[in-house]
């Protein structure tokens, strides 16, 4: 037996059990997804078996919406599929805000928001993105609580996080390279950005608060533009060109 046969052999069986492997872990997500869609009523749509399927619907009063993102590689030739998870929050800022980590810091950047800074808080990552249109107004909103929560959120294991506040709503969303393959998984990850979420949300009489931060800003005149060629998937907020 030749050595390039071996080397053949060996490469063919293994990407034959990669093969049998995606096959396995999609079938598993998809019955995963089904099984939580129908566990808390949320509309299910399987779409095409390599598509992705994709779940709306409302969770603890919370609008959300799962499923499958493409993302371009650093060398933008190719896509890679992770699954996201957005949340819709109740209450939005008056001024534009963008948070992000990993893969979402650059999505962050092509937002038209000039202004950068750092929460000083224990446990914040210099690889970490806060831009915003007015820092006075955003480093007011984000208390300590605020902050560790998203910390928290963050530093979890493979997850890409993204905050933004555009055009009177505000989204948080995540996402991941690893399977979501059970319900248990789906509804651990949906209960942690909930309790995100809720920690995010305005106060009562905390919006008139904030609004007295802003010194001369023509804010509501002003639109952000979003590179819609980033994500091939639309984060759930209409941002205007």
């Known amino acids: 037996m030749s050595i390039s ?29 089904k099984f939580y869609a129908e566990k808390k009523k949320l509309r299910y749509d399987s779409n095409g ?63 038209d928001m000039n202004k950068e800074f750092k929460p000083t808080l224990k446990g914040w990552d ?36 993204v905050l933004i506040f555009a055009d009177g709503q505000g989204l948080l969303r995540i996402d991941t390279p690893l399977a979501i393959d059970t319900p248990k998984k789906m509804d651990e990850l949906v209960k942690k950005m909930i309790a995100v979420a809720r920690i995010l949300e305005l106060k009562n009489g905390e919006s008139s608060d904030l609004k007295r931060q802003i010194t001369g800003s023509n804010e509501k005149q002003k639109t952000l533009n979003v590179d819609d060629d980033f994500l091939d998937d639309d984060i759930g907020l209409e941002l205007e060109d």
């Open 49 to 111: 078996f390599y598509e992705g399927i994709s779940l709306n619907g409302a969770v603890d009063g919370y609008k959300i919406a799962i499923f499958t993102s493409e993302h371009s590689e650093l060398d933008a030739r190719s896509q890679r599929r992770l699954s996201a998870i957005e949340i819709n929050l109740h209450s939005s800022l008056d001024t534009y805000g963008g948070i992000a980590s990993g893969g979402m810091v650059k999505f962050v950047e092509t937002l």
């Open 126 to 161: 210099d690889s970490y993105i806060v831009r915003t249109s007015n820092i006075d107004y955003m480093r007011k909103y984000l208390s300590d609580d605020r902050v560790q929560k998203l910390i928290e959120l963050m530093k979890e294991d493979k997850l890409w996080v």
């Open 5 to 33: 046969f071996v080397v053949w052999l060996s490469i063919s069986v293994f990407l034959l059990g990669f093969w049998f492997w995606t096959i396995y872990i999609l079938i598993r997500q998809r019955r995963a997804w």
